[in-house]
């Protein structure tokens, strides 16, 4: 008999709450997304998070400790070596990652990855260097459109991206390409974490807009997860938005299309709706990092995050008694640091259900592997032999 029927875990992507204990190894000093934030504009309106307890768990400017939290709190740790999506995510559900992915932010990617890339693509590569993705479109989206090129850029995650205009492009040319890429990037030496494909509309620089038909071509977890073992187990697995990317669909019985962030809570609150269901819905809610943590946009970010701060409360309302609640992140995007990459961060756990008696502060946990793992313990279900994380069930009382 489980505790809760349904479980939600929802990811705010990015939304980290300060340094982690091993930052600087990283190139992030004094980093704190939230704060910094909350510190950067004029007002910040989240009163669903503020009724939660998020100010009780991080101080910050215009929101208020809560007298009489409704949900548990604490930090989160990350243990694996990473401060990407694909590493937050997979020790979640029980993955510890101890070698991070390769990159190639200095150099760029090898000629003869390129080489292979535009010889099977049968286009010619522009770009091949760390940057931003709206700049790099105003820099050589033209440059693409009229000569027929193909723009590839990285970042300082394990990333390998491609842009590619749906008109001029084709989407489904695009994809291919990035399928391609995926392909030529398993080799060790050239394994990076994530192929995306960059779709966006636009003839010229100032006129680009990236669409919501972004694809991630993930490398496929190095192990099963508390994910294979609810499906394995019978459960329900709904991805929202990226997660089904992430996992590569292991482990996933249902996968849900996001939008975008705001689309990706509504179709939350359908899922909490419905009753024809028992088990886990994941979503990700990727806006806080792609569009404003990576652009440096602390306005912009906080914006996003009352947004999701309104869906919130419907999602609130709309859950069952018996229903649990997870909200978290999976690494830091400081909007207001240096560079315009990730930062490496403890992150927010809050845990809510309407039949719950306590709440309040729970102690810092050393892993993201807590979710996942108590997740399985609710259920009743084992968690796959080499993950990691321990169980805080009875500590959700």
Same mark, same amino acid.
């Given at each position: 008999?489980?505790?809760?029927? #349904? ?43 503020? +009724? ?5 768990? +991080? ?28 590493? &937050?995510?997979?020790?979640?559900? &029980?993955?510890?990652? !101890? ?7 200095? !150099?760029? *990617? ?7 890339? %535009? +010889? ?6 522009? /770009? ?19 000569? &027929? ?32 890429? #995926?392909?030529?990037? $398993? ?62 669909? %292991? ?12 689309? /990706? ?16 819905? *994941? ?23 009352? +947004? ?17 609640? $997870? =909200? ?15 930062? #490496? ?8 259900? &309407?039949?719950?008696?306590?709440? /309040? ?13 108590? =997740?399985?313990?609710? *259920? ?18």
């Amino acid at each position: 008999m489980s505790r809760f029927n #349904r479980v939600f875990v929802v990811v705010c992507d990015s939304m980290g709450m300060g340094a982690m204990p091993d930052s600087a190894e990283f190139g992030d000093v004094g980093v704190d997304t939230l704060g910094h934030i909350a510190a950067s504009v004029d007002s910040f309106h989240i009163p669903n998070l503020e +009724k939660m307890g998020i100010a009780n768990l +991080k101080p910050m400017n215009h929101v208020s400790p809560s007298e009489h939290p409704t949900a548990y709190y604490c930090p989160l740790k990350e243990a694996s070596r990473g401060k990407d999506t694909m590493t &937050g995510h997979w020790e979640m559900m &029980g993955l510890l990652t !101890t070698k991070p992915f390769v990159t190639f932010t200095d !150099t760029g *990617f090898p000629p003869e990855l390129i080489a292979e890339l %535009e +010889k099977r693509c049968g286009k010619k590569v522009i /770009g091949n260097k760390s940057a931003s993705g709206t700049e790099i479109l105003d820099e050589l989206g033209e440059q693409e459109i009229n000569e &027929g090129k193909m723009i590839v850029y990285t970042s300082a995650d394990s990333v390998l991206q491609i842009c590619g205009n749906e008109e001029t492009f084709d989407l489904a040319n695009l994809y291919r390409c990035c399928e391609i890429a #995926r392909e030529i990037t $398993m080799k060790d030496e050239w394994k990076v974490g994530r192929v995306i494909a960059r779709p966006y509309l636009g003839r010229k620089k100032g006129e680009f807009v990236r669409t919501s038909n972004r694809h991630d071509y993930a490398i496929k977890p190095f192990g099963p997860t508390a994910l294979n073992a609810l499906k394995d187990a019978g459960f329900d697995v709904i991805s929202i938005g990226k997660i089904n990317d992430i996992f590569v669909t %292991e482990g996933i019985t249902e996968a849900i299309h996001s939008t975008s962030s705001v689309n /990706g809570m509504e179709q939350t609150i359908e899922e909490a709706e419905k009753n024809d269901w028992k088990g886990l819905c *994941f979503v990700n809610l990727v806006d806080f990092d792609a569009l404003w943590g990576h652009r440096r946009n602390p306005q912009g970010y906080a914006q996003e995050i009352e +947004k999701f701060d309104v869906n919130l409360g419907k999602l609130l309302e709309v859950m069952k008694e018996d229903d649990l609640l $997870m =909200i978290t992140a999976d690494h830091g995007n400081d909007p207001t640091y240096t560079g315009t990459d990730h930062t #490496r961060e403890k992150v927010p756990f809050l845990a809510y259900s &309407g039949s719950l008696k306590g709440n /309040g502060a729970l102690s810092e946990k050393d892993t993201f592997a807590v979710i996942g793992a108590t =997740i399985a313990e609710n *259920f009743g279900v084992k968690m796959p032999e080499g993950t990691i994380g321990s169980s805080i069930l009875n500590e959700l009382k």
